[in-house]
């Protein structure tokens, strides 16, 4: 039987989800919900009904698991808790500060549903809060160190997109070269927020907007853009399309410890994405089955990416996997 999924949003990340969907043989796009007109909504997936997203608000929408595509800033605190009441839901909240009161929230009403909810699934955090964990359990009393990009980062762009007078934007994280180069090498460097990554934004303004306001209001975000060194670049809509269209990301968790007398060991985990979006869809599709088993297994309430088992996101057997992946 396959697993019944159901999209929330048709954006990047949304269209992300369709394409992994689709690489998936044990699953099946039911619907793609939207806040938008469903007429003038185009999907790729032919035959799956576009619906409007009051359509899941009585709990009797054709899906196993909801993977909601909202942007961390504004949707995903309202839409997972409301939605984890009706569905097994997953999302890529990113917030790092707000995770502990985002799973909270999932887990309340995931928990009265008798439901799975899945928060925080993606790279980061995701695939890096994985393997922070994993090395510091292999390596205790080690330093861990991650760094971003050089990337477009979806939620810094959204944020930057909800700001009164923007059109369009595109944020890039860039990393230090030279922390880069000191961690790598060993050497265990302190290094403020602001040493280890920069941020440099791309933005298009409505005509007559307020170009200084919107600046000083990016700059000036907390948990986005306060404690890094941002650049802000006016651009018209044109060189938009034409410079910064595609949607590239990576980085690397690199963790240095130290066993016995003194041996140095260095881990590092890393990625290199054409396109952000269609990776974390990929991410969230994955964790969708674990959801969807977990609630066959009479489990409910919130979990994380450290959660989970690793045999719960395959579609491949025990028996696959103990043969040719362990």
């Known amino acids: 039987m396959s697993i019944k999924i159901g999209i929330l949003g048709y954006g990047n990340l949304g269209k992300g989800v369709e394409a992994a969907i689709a690489k998936n043989n044990d699953m099946v796009l039911t619907g793609v919900f939207t806040r938008r007109d469903p007429s003038t909504l185009k999907i790729k997936s032919q035959g799956v009904p576009v619906l409007s997203a009051a359509e899941l608000d009585n709990g009797a929408a054709d899906v196993d698991v909801l993977i909601i595509c909202g942007g961390s800033a504004t949707d995903l605190p309202e839409m997972t808790p409301k939605y984890a009441s009706l569905y097994n839901v997953i999302d890529s909240f990113d917030t790092h500060a707000n995770i502990p009161s985002h799973f909270s929230n999932v887990d309340a009403a995931a928990k009265k549903a008798g439901k799975v909810g899945i928060i925080s699934c993606g790279w980061d955090p995701g695939m890096f809060s994985l393997n ?27 944020a930057i997109r909800r700001i009164d007078g923007v059109v369009d934007a595109r944020q890039y994280t860039i990393p230090v070269e030279k922390a ?16 280890k990554h920069t941020r440099e934004c791309f933005v298009v303004a409505a005509d007559g907007a307020d170009k200084a306001a919107i600046e000083e209001k990016i700059k000036t975000m907390p948990n986005y853009f306060a404690d890094y060194d941002t650049t802000v670049h006016f651009i018209s809509a044109e060189e938009m399309k034409r410079d910064h269209s595609g949607l590239p990301h990576g980085g690397s968790v690199i963790y240095s410890g130290i066993t016995g007398e003194g041996n140095n060991h260095v881990i590092e985990y890393s990625l290199k994405l054409d396109s952000n979006p269609e990776f974390t869809g990929s991410v969230l599709v994955s964790f969708a089955r674990a959801a969807y088993r977990l609630e066959q297994e009479g489990v409910s309430g919130a979990k994380t990416v450290l959660d989970i088992a690793p045999a719960y996101l395959s579609a491949k057997s025990g028996e696959e996997l103990r043969a040719h992946y362990l």
């Open 132 to 158: 922070r964990v994993y090395s510091d359990s292999i390596l205790p009393g080690g330093t861990a160190y991650t760094f971003w990009g050089k990337g477009v980062s979806q939620g810094h762009s959204d």
């Open 180 to 195: 880069l180069d000191a961690v790598r090498s060993g050497k265990n460097p302190e290094l403020s927020t602001r040493e």
